[in-house]
């Protein structure tokens, strides 16, 4: 009989076990499910706000066309962007010639849309790597803290007072002019910006609840900085990327401008408007176009950084 009670309450434990093992795993289950949901529709969120901002969807509709003309601007006219017609001469805007052409008979139109290549892939390549090393360096500095943190910042701050603009001369200059080596200038010190944007927010983060829950599990430093922390920072980080991308765009203007950027027979919008303002009274079509597309995607991006910024903001929220 004491046998038989024994193996009842063996029975009767293992499947109060497994009861409770089994609720713990539903719990758990629901628990990420709903983290997944409230993630999802934190997003939707976002998405649903800013949808509601004209402005900012006016912005993103003028970025989405200047991308895509970029893509297939040349290819519409069957003029070489390259190619000499000194018989074609600054011809005034045409049928023919949609943008008119230059002193050397190039088709401004194609022109205007392989400088609008290069101006891009030099704003989208420099702001993404400056968002690697800015997010990796300022999530350090922010989490570590302490003496190593303050060191951190101190080699920030001095590398971010010497001119951004200097080091991508003095950069180009020594080094060949070329898109890899503009790319490189500003890759120097455009990082910084970024990483102080991560520290404050890392700052702020990792005196947080889940944080010390998860320290106290035995999470490794590493991962609650890249699980934990640097995910609840992506709206600031954002938002940094979208002013990121036009002023590499400037910067890769001023430099081409001033005969330090990409070298003929490429096409890039600062060297146009350096040619067209020697003609500008005779011939003004030859500045205006390149000087339109770089107000207009400066003007852009604003439009929509501005909206990104108040659609993640959650204080804004109705």
Same mark, same amino acid.
């Given at each position: ?23 713990? $795993? ?83 139109f194609a022109r205007t849309w392989m ?9 989208? $390549? ?41 080091? $991508? ?54 991962r609650i900085l890249f699980r934990h ?15 990121a991308v036009p002023a590499a765009i ?15 027979? $490429? ?52």
């Amino acid at each position: 009989m004491t046998l038989h009670n024994q193996n009842t309450a063996a029975a009767e434990l293992e499947l109060a076990l497994t009861t409770e093992h089994f609720q713990k $795993a539903v719990v758990d289950h629901h628990d990420a499910e709903a983290i997944e949901r409230a993630s999802t529709s934190a997003w939707k969120d976002v998405w649903y706000r800013l949808s509601r901002n004209w402005t900012a969807m006016t912005g993103l509709c003028i970025l989405t066309a200047l991308i895509v003309m970029a893509i297939i601007g040349p290819w519409l006219t069957p003029y070489d962007f390259s190619k000499n017609d000194l018989m074609s001469t600054s011809l005034a805007p045409s049928e023919k010639h949609w943008f008119g052409t230059d002193d050397l008979g190039r088709d401004m139109f194609a022109r205007t849309w392989m400088g609008a290549r290069i101006s891009l892939i030099v704003g989208f $390549a420099a702001a993404f790597i400056n968002l690697i090393i800015g997010v990796i360096y300022g999530g350090i500095m922010g989490y570590v803290g302490g003496r190593i943190g303050d060191i951190m910042n101190k080699i920030s701050e001095i590398i971010y007072s010497i001119p951004d603009l200097l080091v $991508a001369i003095l950069l180009v200059v020594v080094f060949e002019p070329s898109l890899l080596t503009i790319i490189l200038a500003f890759c120097l010190t455009g990082w910084i910006n970024m990483s102080w944007i991560v520290r404050g927010q890392i700052i702020q983060l990792k005196n947080q609840e889940y944080v010390l829950a998860s320290r106290s599990l035995g999470a490794s430093g590493m991962r609650i900085l890249f699980r934990h922390l640097l995910p609840n920072t992506l709206g600031p980080i954002i938002v940094m990327l979208t002013m990121a991308v036009p002023a590499a765009i400037f910067g890769e203007a001023v430099l081409s401008f001033l005969g330090l950027g990409v070298q003929l027979p $490429a096409a890039s919008w600062g060297t146009m408007i350096n040619d067209g303002t020697k003609v500008m009274l005779l011939y003004p079509w030859r500045m205006l176009f390149p000087a339109i597309m770089i107000s207009l995607t400066m003007l852009a991006f604003n439009m929509f950084g501005d909206g990104l910024r108040d659609a993640l903001d959650p204080k804004l929220k109705k």
